[in-house]
């Protein structure tokens, strides 16, 4: 998992003090976790961040469906669910903290249409924002994405294709139990087809594509064309912190 931000430190949570968190999104419920044809595995479980983040928070008990509040026993930790924007817009600021997942897909056979998250979740996202300024968006993603909410959230990290255990490892980074240390294998670009690409490079004329770019593909390109990308090749945050004082350069 990379996590692309995490300003003021919002992240991480902990799960031993009093805290009340507004998880948005039916991919927090039924998420989707692998790509399609050759990339589809149908696992015999799937574990979902809502019954993860439950866990963490040590609720056992009660009815998960839209805007339902459930608590631990001391009744200080507590997780309300709701997957439309509008019941959404209306948990998130009562909440100490919303999170809000999203994702988007592709198929062996078929490219995605775009680099945006699937059925107006970049949209959900912003719209969370506006109302609860403590805000961490989580997108699943096969590749590149564009991420225009971005600039509304502190805090937001990218799953890619996560698998059957995406629910315990996102879980486990939000409460701090890992430290998140992945880095980006690509470029997320700040717009549409950042790259210029022509109709005869994709998505091709008459079923034929022309691989014209030659090697300037991802980060080659942006360098060669200095443009700067929203998230460049390589970055990846993580909750240590590193400092270097007193450097010397020797010609030695």
Not at 130 to 156: E, F
Not at 171 to 200: H, I, R, Y
């Amino acid at each position: 998992m990379v996590l692309l931000k995490n300003d003021v430190n919002v992240l991480p949570w902990d799960a031993s003090s009093p805290i009340h968190i507004a998880v948005i999104g039916s991919e927090a419920l039924e998420p989707n976790v692998h790509g399609g044809g050759s990339g589809q595995v149908i696992s015999y479980y799937v574990s979902s961040p809502l019954d993860a983040i439950r866990e963490k928070l040590g609720i056992t008990s009660g009815v998960v469906n839209s805007t339902s509040t459930n608590c631990d026993p001391s009744g200080k930790r507590c997780v309300t669910y709701a997957y439309s924007a509008k019941d959404a817009v209306e948990i998130a600021p009562k909440a100490d903290v919303a999170i809000v997942f999203g994702m988007t897909t592709s198929s062996e056979g078929g490219d995605r249409g775009d680099l945006n998250l699937n059925d107006g979740a970049g949209d959900l996202i912003s719209a969370v924002a506006k109302v609860q300024h403590q805000t961490i968006a989580v997108a699943v993603t096969p590749g590149a994405l564009l991420t225009p909410w971005s600039d509304d959230v502190p805090a937001a990290i990218v799953s890619f294709m996560p698998g059957q255990e995406y629910g315990h490892a996102v879980a486990d980074v939000l409460f701090g139990d890992v430290n998140p240390s992945g880095k980006l294998p690509l470029t997320f670009p700040s717009v549409e087809n950042e790259m210029n690409f022509s109709d005869s490079q994709w998505p091709g004329v008459s079923d034929i594509s022309t691989y014209s770019e030659d090697l300037l593909v991802g980060y080659r390109y942006y360098a060669a064309k200095n443009i700067s990308p929203k998230f460049c090749f390589g970055h990846g945050l993580s909750y240590t912190k590193f400092k270097y004082d007193s450097l010397e350069i020797t010609s030695d």
